[in-house]
């Protein structure tokens, strides 16, 4: 079965400094990975994606993430955090195969705080 | 370009009452999805899409839930009767297709339900 672990609830930083949040996954078949970010009341925004290629992935509002199949890994990084990257963050793998083609499945989420 | 649109966004009813959600997905997007989101929980596939075909529905609890997407455009949601425990954000995304390629999803804004 398909699913994504973000080991941690909250990930505090100060601006300025660089942020990481975590996601590793487990899926059969390819990993077609993403990351959303959801501001509070809002729905979820697309950051970045992992098909295939280049292990770093570059995204919007300046994110990255870096693939490593071998530690199923897929964390997200940005250099420089600002106040108004503070949100939740959720990483998702999307099932590949069968009937549920198609389907996310998500993590718990990280709040990410950056205080000034 | 438009984003998924959502309505309404807020909806407070009581217990055993119906409810229903629409929503209206980007211009060209063949595949619809409907997902719950609980509190401090990422969102679950509740249904997906592909034109006006339900195909993949194994999560939606049917004895109370109901969805349709006539015309292969616009979708509604129902719950009747709602329960307590449907206290839920219930977020609508879109996109181009669901095959083989990961295509985005894109997500609405969502319609938060609190039945008392």
């Known amino acids: 079965a398909q699913s994504v672990a973000q080991p941690e609830d909250q990930v505090n930083v100060a601006e300025g400094n660089p942020l990481t949040v975590k996601c590793t996954y487990s899926v059969s078949g390819n990993p077609y990975l993403f990351w959303y970010v959801q501001y509070p009341n809002r729905g979820l925004q697309f950051l970045l994606k992992y098909i295939t290629g280049d292990n770093l992935v570059k995204g919007s509002y300046g994110f990255e993430a870096e693939f490593n199949k071998s530690q199923t890994s897929f964390h997200l990084k940005k250099p420089s955090a600002l106040v108004s990257d503070s949100a939740l963050y959720f990483c998702a793998v999307r099932d590949s195969r069968g009937s549920t083609l198609g389907r996310l499945y998500f993590g718990r989420g990280t709040q990410l705080t950056v205080w000034p | 370009e438009a984003g998924v649109v959502q309505s309404p966004r807020y909806k407070i009813i009581e217990k055993k009452q119906p409810v229903a959600f629409w929503c209206n997905p980007i211009s060209g997007h063949n595949t619809l999805y409907w997902y719950l989101q609980n509190l401090g929980q990422g969102p679950e596939l509740l249904i997906r899409y592909e034109n006006e075909e339900a195909v993949d529905d194994s999560q939606l609890p049917k004895d109370r839930f109901s969805a349709e997407r006539l015309k292969g455009v616009d979708s509604t949601l129902k719950i009747q009767p709602a329960e307590l425990g449907d206290s839920a954000v219930y977020l609508c995304?879109?996109?181009?297709?669901?095959?083989?390629?990961?295509?985005?999803?894109?997500f609405g804004p969502g319609t938060r339900l609190t039945v008392l």
């Open positions: 995304a879109s996109s181009l297709s669901s095959g083989r390629y990961p295509d985005t999803q894109y």
